[in-house]
């Protein structure tokens, strides 16, 4: 802000008074989390994956665990703001925060940790994981399982596993987990444009809503919230607003759950990238990593259920110290197949791969599988 002063003077124009009536304002340098290495590796690695499987978008975000700050937000395709003539509407707009989709089962491990504290199951509790019927609709998982470990269900993404888990819970309980985790909430990142996302607005759910909300349908979130949920899990349950300028802030942190029951499900999301997982293709030489896949159905403009998908790949690494927290989606692959772990996790592999390594975080994991 200028300043301005009033000057009184004699004849001679000899200054006899000064009056300072607005102190001027100098303005201070604003530093932005963004690392424009990571971000320009990002931005080729996610272009190339929306290319390859003809989808219709993709987005990419990277997140620094300790301080919440936002590394990388990518998304695809992009526009140069400086030159916005002959840009599609649709283009522009920061994708990462305006638009909203179903999670799939990137929320399960959410679930989990509620049961836990809830004493619904233990670590070592085996759940029955073979199809049912509910509703007159059929829950069952890709590949069939008669019964899972908890560690498992994540591993094999078990839709039975994690709805017989959720039955033992009321819905405020699977709400309120969500909530803590910061789903229908701002991430307060002061991000132009972000959307809360939404929640079922039913007041009565039958059991077949609980069990969908269970592995993540019936609830929108923005792909900033669900990075957000796993930069959370990093910091073991310390929540802190995200950030797209640097920061140090150690203000407005605050607890939000157990820190040995979050432990407890990182490391059992570290089986995912393992044999048989199905994040296989997120795993990274020499790290251990945390991930969960996703595929979930697109709506059409009418509010049904068509065959077309949003696939994820999210986590952190290393699991040892968390670091980073990492989002990969992929909107609508049409070039065949469409499932997280086929199509987001080998992404996932290669951008948390880059940057471990730019930023010379120490291996964690030297047993190879």
Do not use: C
Not at 235 to 247: A, C, D, N, Q, V
Not at 357 to 366: E, F, G
Request: proline share 5%; charged share 20%.
């Amino acid at each position: 802000m200028p300043g301005k002063r009033k000057i009184r003077t004699d004849k001679f124009g000899n200054i006899i008074e000064s009056v300072s009536l607005i102190k001027k304002n100098v303005p201070r340098n604003i530093n932005l989390s963004i690392d424009i290495r990571l971000q320009t590796i990002i931005y080729r690695e996610l272009s190339h994956a929306v290319s390859f499987h003809k989808a219709q978008s993709g987005t990419a975000i990277l997140t620094n665990i300790k301080t919440g700050e936002i590394l990388a937000m990518v998304n695809s395709p992009a526009y140069n703001p400086n030159n916005l003539k002959k840009i599609p509407m649709d283009l522009i707009r920061n994708r990462a925060v305006t638009d909203v989709f179903e999670p799939g089962s990137t929320v399960k491990p959410m679930v989990i940790m509620k049961a836990l504290q809830k004493k619904i199951i233990t670590p070592k509790s085996i759940i029955d994981t073979t199809p049912f019927v509910i509703d007159k609709h059929i829950i069952k998982d890709v590949s069939y399982n008669k019964q899972l470990s908890v560690t498992d269900i994540l591993k094999k993404s078990s839709n039975t596993g994690v709805s017989k888990i959720a039955l033992s819970m009321s819905k405020s309980e699977l709400i309120d987990i969500y909530s803590r985790f910061g789903l229908g909430k701002l991430t307060k990142s002061g991000l132009i444009g972000e959307k809360k996302g939404i929640y079922p607005k039913k007041k009565h759910w039958s059991n077949l809503d609980k069990v969908t909300f269970s592995f993540g349908y019936g609830l929108m979130v923005t792909p900033l919230q669900l990075v957000n949920v796993y930069t959370i899990m990093g910091r073991y349950g310390l929540y802190k607003p995200l950030s797209i300028i640097k920061t140090n802030n150690k203000k407005n942190e605050k607890q939000i759950f157990s820190k040995s029951l979050v432990k407890i499900v990182l490391n059992m999301l570290e089986s995912v990238t393992q044999p048989g997982g199905v994040g296989v293709k997120a795993a990274i030489k020499g790290y251990k990593v945390a991930v969960k896949t996703g595929t979930a159905k697109k709506v059409d403009s009418h509010g049904k259920y068509v065959n077309r998908y949003v696939s994820y790949a999210v986590g952190l690494a290393p699991i040892s110290n968390p670091q980073f927290s990492l989002l990969v989606m992929i909107n609508d692959p049409r070039a065949g197949q469409y499932y997280g772990g086929t199509i987001s996790a080998p992404v996932f592999s290669t951008i948390m791969s880059f940057a471990l390594k730019i930023i010379n975080i120490k291996p964690d994991n030297l047993f190879i599988y």
